[in-house]
């Protein structure tokens, strides 16, 4: 039987999916992130050993018995001294080096657009795009947080903690946003919220990220200036579509298609808005809603560096079984 690993190691979780040639899901498996920038190198490979352990528990399927495996990995080829003991970590795992690695934007564009031709633009914690078309590919954004990942979550929160600021000053009128900022925290005392982000959460940037919600939920009350972050958040990420669309030679008569994968376009309120910023563009996007998640993408960028691509059928299959938002 051909069995194909999928590894999307995404910015607050880590996606272990086994599937086989014919669509079945034989094992589902979540771990931790493997995001290493502030934890080291050595977090990567207890993450992967973990996962892997559990996927062959669930699928009485030996590791090295897996026909292909792709390891999505956060931060991939962003490191160029770290690439090599990336890409070599795996195989002392699987007992096999039957596999490949990448950055985990492939697996957001793989589960997307069922690895067919077109752009998947992705915000999550982070923010980036990746496309394919006719062997060629494209990457813009993921620049991280300190100067970069425009349209993300961190963003979009960073940003509304500085509207906080300002309203807690009075250099803002006070609106929804304070108040449901307040609330999320559970603060009497705005000065609290520096003691909590710089010295309980350190900082740490998927503990800042989830505040995105918050800028969404009061952008949803009807507040102007929360709506006007997550609006300035869309135009950033059609910046960077736009761009990828242009280096991949795509045609302003031409359908280009697009779809996207991260947490922020969990909320309808995000996709309604990206949506309306991509109508007025040089480009004639097609937007589509996500196939498949990231964790199966995953698997189907592993059974294509096989040489053995599924079937219409098998990702039929794939879709009944994992509907995605």
Not at 289 to 296: A, E, K, M, R, V
Request: net charge negative; with cysteine.
């Amino acid at each position: 039987m051909r069995t194909y690993l999928g590894v999307d190691g995404g910015g607050t979780k880590t996606a272990f999916v086994l599937i086989d040639a014919t669509g079945r899901v034989l094992a589902e498996v979540e771990q931790p992130s493997c995001y290493y920038v502030d934890e080291g190198i050595e977090l990567v490979a207890t993450v992967l050993r973990k996962g892997i352990e559990e996927i062959s528990l669930q699928s009485g399927i030996a590791p090295a018995d897996i026909t292909q495996s792709f390891f999505g990995l956060p931060g991939y080829g962003e490191v160029s001294g770290d690439v090599a003991e990336l890409r070599a970590m795996p195989e002392g795992i699987l007992g096999s080096s039957r596999y490949s690695c990448d950055n985990d934007m492939i697996c957001g564009w793989s589960g997307s657009l069922a690895a067919a031709d077109g752009i998947n633009v992705i915000s999550g914690t982070g923010s980036m795009t990746y496309g394919e078309r006719a062997g060629r590919t494209y990457r813009a954004g993921g620049w991280g947080e300190l100067f970069g990942d425009e349209g993300s979550a961190y963003w979009i929160a960073v940003r509304g903690l500085n509207a906080f600021s300002r309203m807690s000053d009075g250099r803002k009128q006070r609106s929804e946003l304070y108040d449901v900022m307040r609330a999320r925290m559970n603060i009497s005392n705005d000065l609290d919220l520096v003691g909590i982000v710089q010295n309980e959460w350190h900082g740490r940037r998927m503990a800042i990220a989830d505040l995105s919600k918050t800028v969404v939920q009061a952008a949803e009350l009807g507040d102007g200036l929360a709506a006007e972050i997550i609006r300035d958040a869309c135009r950033e990420l059609v910046q960077i579509v736009d761009v990828t669309a242009m280096n991949l030679s795509y045609c302003a008569d031409e359908a280009v298609p697009l779809s996207y994968s991260g947490g922020m376009f969990g909320s309808a309120y995000m996709r309604n808005m990206f949506s309306d910023a991509i109508g007025f563009r040089a480009f004639r996007y097609e937007l589509r809603t996500p196939l498949l998640g990231p964790g199966i993408g995953a698997a189907l960028y592993a059974a294509r560096a096989a040489g053995q691509p599924l079937s219409d059928p098998a990702l039929e299959n794939l879709q009944q079984l994992q509907p995605t938002t």
